[in-house]
């Protein structure tokens, strides 16, 4: 089951759900920790992205802002 398309058809309607809350406040979120996909079983569940999830619940800024901050490490990091 785990290789089947059932598992990623549940994927994609979560990053469906996170990509339409993203599209609804694009800059500040949908708060911290407020963004979960609820399906008809009632179970919760994250995006399954740390990306996705991140500018689901803070928006583009805080995304950019830790990708600038990642790639300042990486940089950072091979200069030393």
Known sequence: ERFTGDSLNGR???WDKAFMVISENPFFGYGLGQFFYEDSLGRRFSAHNYYLQ???DSGYFTLVFFV???LS???RASYS
């Open 12 to 14: 994609e309607e979560i």
């Open 54 to 56: 991140m500018c689901a």
């Open 68 to 70: 600038f901050f990642l």
């Open 73 to 75: 490490l990486v940089l």
